[in-house]
């Protein structure tokens, strides 16, 4: 069974440029996540789709982030413009119960650093 | 509030030495999920605890989930230079679907 695919592993920035990125989750998975994880921390939810509708997006910095998953298979996540506090590892995961109590299968992550 | 609180931070040991590592809250948690990042990895799922007083194995990795359902550990025996990484606990409250992550204790191998 193929994983989470993300891209790009990696992006480097300049602050006030714009970057997006892909997530594909396991097949048949309903419920994909982005998470921002800064280095030396817990992984921080950004935003939660179920299908293609958005559960929980309150962490979500909306002047500057922005996802969709319009299909309710793969999904985006867009920052712009960047900020230098923005370099991160950009997580995405996915799971197969709708009741949201099982395990997260996470992708290798996009690292970006915003210089 | 609604977060977790995990200890220690760093874990230094020798090899053949055990590990443990605590995640606190100070509210009742329906669940507790435990996962390992290796070094520049992702998280991978260990395990989930649900019922009060659960104790699961896999090998030399032990998780508990207090009486209380307030905490829980994750003690490894003997470690192994394969067990180098930070080890996360996760909750996720009943009122809704948010899993909120502790801190992570990173395990270092003294070499």
């Known amino acids: 069974e193929a994983g989470v695919a993300q891209s790009p592993r990696y992006k480097i920035i300049e602050k006030r440029q714009s970057v997006a990125f892909w997530c594909n989750p396991i097949?048949?998975?309903?419920?994909l996540y982005w998470y921002q994880q800064i280095l030396g921390q817990g992984p921080k939810l950004l935003i939660q789709?179920?299908?293609?509708?958005?559960?929980?997006d309150s962490q979500l910095p909306k002047d500057r982030f922005s996802a969709e998953r319009l299909k309710g298979v793969d999904s985006t996540l867009k920052i712009q413009p960047a900020k230098l506090e923005d370099s991160a590892v950009y997580l995405c995961a996915s799971s197969l119960e709708r009741e949201n109590t099982g395990e997260l299968f996470f992708g290798e992550g996009s690292r970006l650093t915003v210089l | 509030g609604q977060q977790v609180m995990q200890i220690p931070q760093y874990q230094h040991v020798q090899e053949g030495e055990d590990f443990t590592t605590y995640c606190n809250s100070s509210?009742?948690?329906?669940?507790i999920q435990w996962y390992k990042q290796r070094p520049g990895g992702h998280p991978v799922f260990l395990i989930q605890l649900v019922k009060s007083g659960e104790v699961k194995k896999q090998k030399r990795l032990t998780f508990q989930f207090g009486e209380a359902k307030k905490n829980s550990s994750l003690h490894i025996t003997a470690t192994q230079t394969t067990d180098v990484g930070t080890y996360f606990c996760a909750r996720r409250p009943s009122s809704n679907y948010q899993l909120i992550w502790g801190a992570g204790t990173k395990l270092i191998i003294k070499p």
């Open positions: 789709f179920q299908n293609n509708g958005v559960v929980d």
């Open positions: 509210t009742t948690l329906s669940n």
């Open positions: 097949s048949g998975h309903a419920t």
